[in-house]
């Protein structure tokens, strides 16, 4: 099996990297690459993320034809793609972190900040929280409810259809965290910093 | 809920740690690599490097430390230590730090703060701030190690980074470092209260009361100890039983 994690200069993608390679070990080809043919021959991709939406959008763009080829490969061709933070507030159809910036439009809804409540929120939302499992979901395969898993961000997911929600966490409110829609998968969390789980959602993934 | 963060320090001299931990399965006391490994497993929330080198010949040795660290290491790895570029910043964030800390060249040059953390992320930016009481209620930030005085007042700076786009303040105490005393609490209460980014507590601890203190009454988000940890007086195990003993949110 080749698995792709995209490289669209995106910002540290060191972590995700080791740790989708400690997980393969030998059983499947990790590829770190932004070749549109490479992405489109592999079985499955990750799409990491980030900084801001705007930045990540911005440096997707760059690269000529990576939009399509995303397309094709998750909704033409509807092959498992796993979504990291940005990765998978991108998404979305629009976001509105540095300016009102369009989205990948795969999954209707917004990316908007946390609301604070006048400061009694810190953010960035840094540090481990736990998940609220809501719905059953193929990357979540054996992970208990209220595990804990490591965020950092300050913008949240709102999707339109509540029923792609898997997991939520609790920070000023019930912010989404997993989500699931046939072969999109995305995670607010970082499962490559997350330790045993998070190894364990990488693990689904790659098992898919 | 969001649970209070416990972060072991590491200080690494020419590649080697300073401070060692005294634990038995240790195979080599000096070895950040294992150090880091060992905190990792032992429930650490995040591991922290400082590298103290003082000559700049010295960052590949940092980075492949990095490199290796970041291999075994699945919980998030700050580095700080004389960073002063973004090309510092870039080499660690690719060798496998998640986060960077910058203490001397944020005060010289605010736009590194500005422009590291447009180009990375506030999320992988932590400043970190020397501070030294100078009168009631008054800190001036202090440089390159605590030996060169500013003159700036911490609070006014600390509102600064977070402007310039800090995802995280890393707040050291210079007059409790190393004295075991515990946080200067009032320190810690004058920044938290002031900003709204995740402030960590630095410098000073010497019972896990000291942690249960800078978290409730100082408002910090996280606690970063170094010898505490390194002597094995407490494991990072007793320190989260401790805290959660006390009602305080531990990822257990």
Redesign the interface.
Known sequence: MNVTIVDYQS??I??VI??FK?VAKDKVNIKITSDLNKIKLSDKLILPG???FK?CVDSLNRINGLHDALKEFAIINKKPLLGICVGLQMFGDVGYEESETKGLGWIPGKVTKID?QN?KF?????????IEIVKESKILKDIQNKS?M?????YEFVPGDKSVITATT??SSKIVCSIEKDNLFGTQFHP?????T??KVIENFLNL | ?????IIPCLDVKNGRVVKGINFVELKDAGDPVEQAKIY?NGGA?EICFLDITASNENRETIINIVKKT???C???LTVGGGIRTIKNITDL??????KVSINTAAVNDINLVVDAS???????IVVAIDAKNISKNKWEVFTHGGRNKTGIDVVEFSKKVEKAGA??ILLTSMDRDGTKSGYDIELLKMVTKNT???VIASGGVGTLDHLYDGITTGGA??VLAASIFHYGEHSIKDAKEYLNSKKVPV?L
Do not use: T
């Open positions: 910002g540290n060191s972590s080791n740790s400690q980030q900084g801001s930045s604070n400061g810190k953010l960035p939302h840094i540090g481990w929280n736990e804990h490591y965020f950092v961000h300050s609790d920070y490559e910093k997350s330790d045993k998070g190894l | 809920m969001l649970k209070n963060r990792s929330d970041a291999k075994n699945f919980v998030p964030l690719l060798a496998g730090a998640d447009k180009k990375f992320g506030s999320q992988c995802g995280e709204n980014i995740p988000s996280a990822r």
